[in-house]
């Protein structure tokens, strides 16, 4: 069982900065693949970044790529995503999530744990 616990967020002007924090609960947080993913109102929750269990691997969304980068410390339970570059379109909330496993890391629906979500809102 992971619980996950999302920090960070708020209101930044655009081409600003801010970094999300995922606190992790359990034991076995290392040995599990973390995404970042995103819903703004009105839309579906969309993938962001993903790390895998060592943080020896990562992808990005296109939307992101560049600005945006995941990491994690599993010595002290965390995960990061730092954000710059900020664009009004990366308002939304944000979810940091886990998952044992690593095929269809963009598919939300195969990650089994989440967090409550932050909200992020970028003034242009």
């Known amino acids: 069982q992971v619980q996950l616990v999302e920090s960070g967020g708020g209101l930044v002007q655009a081409g600003g900065s801010l970094r999300l924090s995922c606190a992790a609960s359990?034991?076995?947080?290392?040995?599990?693949?973390m995404g970042w993913f995103r819903q703004a109102p009105g839309k579906e929750r969309e993938f962001v970044a993903h790390i895998n269990w060592s943080g020896s691997n990562t992808i990005y969304a296109d939307s992101v790529k560049g600005r945006f980068t995941i990491s994690r410390d599993n010595t002290k339970n965390t995960g990061n995503l730092q954000m710059n570059s900020l664009k009004s379109e990366d308002t939304a909330v944000y979810y940091c999530?886990?998952?044992?496993?690593?095929?269809?890391?963009?598919?939300?629906?195969?990650?089994?744990?989440w967090g409550q979500g932050t909200q992020v809102t970028v003034s242009s």
């Open positions: 999530a886990a998952r044992p496993t690593t095929a269809n890391i963009k598919d939300a629906s195969k990650y089994d744990y």
């Open positions: 359990g034991r076995t947080f290392g040995t599990y693949a």
